[in-house]
């Protein structure tokens, strides 16, 4: 069964340092995700991504935050200057589209989490 | 603006024990659609269901089934004989069919099923 699939599963980083979080979505899919999941809180809406731009993002997808799709298959997440309050469960999500309209269930990665020291 | 509340932090049941999950919603969106995700312990998220507002009916899948109501924005979650497995992080989302379908999350129920 096709899956979406992040590496690394958990990256430790210093503060101020640049981390890339990776993502492999569903092949054919066409929409993309990224959520954070600070521990033990509700999962966040980042940043949607759709014919390789920023489709919407939210109050959280501030300037130090950036997506790419660098080669048609990875999707990736790049925060510049991490702070510690980064540190969090960060999910990559894919979806495909729903017939006449846009809204089929999105398949998620398993996460990757971020810890910031 | 969308919201999903589920009031209930955590739920402490044994086994063979039914149980329901509250979920409520707000949008002033006409077409939206509805989902439940399972967040085990290992921490992925797993999709359980999809419902689009235009369809009430209530939906049964083997032990869960669910039942929205619209007019009490409700989408509650019901698993029947509950099991040990079944412990895990409940998710209720919505999102709107505009824009590019973004999840707006709950903030989540916690099932413990003690055996």
């Known amino acids: 069964e096709p899956e979406v699939t992040q590496t690394p599963s958990h990256q430790v980083t210093q503060m101020g340092q640049e981390v890339i979080l990776r993502c492999v979505p569903i092949s054919n899919h066409l929409y993309f995700y990224w959520y954070r999941q600070i521990l033990g809180q509700k999962v966040e809406f980042l940043v949607s991504?759709?014919?390789?731009?920023?489709?919407?993002k939210s109050e959280i997808f501030d300037d130090q935050f950036s997506v790419e799709r660098p080669d048609g298959s990875n999707f990736t997440l790049k925060i510049r200057s991490t702070k510690l309050e980064d540190s969090a469960m960060y999910f990559c999500?894919?979806?495909?589209?729903?017939?006449?309209?846009?809204?089929?269930?999105?398949?998620f990665g398993q996460g990757t989490r971020l810890t910031v020291v | 603006a969308q919201k999903v509340t589920q009031a209930q932090t955590e739920i402490s049941v044994v086994e063979k024990e039914d149980v329901t999950l509250d979920c409520v919603y707000e949008t002033r969106d006409t077409t939206y659609y509805l989902f439940w995700y399972k967040q085990p312990p290992s921490g992925e998220l797993v999709f359980l269901i999809r419902?689009?507002?235009?369809?009430?009916q209530n939906e049964i899948s083997g032990r869960y089934s669910w039942n929205f109501q619209k007019s009490t924005s409700s989408f509650n979650f019901t698993i029947t004989a509950s099991q040990v497995v079944d412990s895990a992080v409940y998710f209720c989302a919505l999102s709107v069919n505009t824009g590019f379908q973004k999840l707006v999350f709950g903030t989540g129920t916690r099932l413990l099923v003690s055996p």
């Open positions: 991504f759709y014919n390789n731009e920023i489709s919407e």
């Open positions: 999500a894919s979806k495909t589209t729903g017939q006449g309209a846009l809204n089929t269930e999105a398949f």
């Open positions: 419902r689009n507002s235009f369809d009430e």
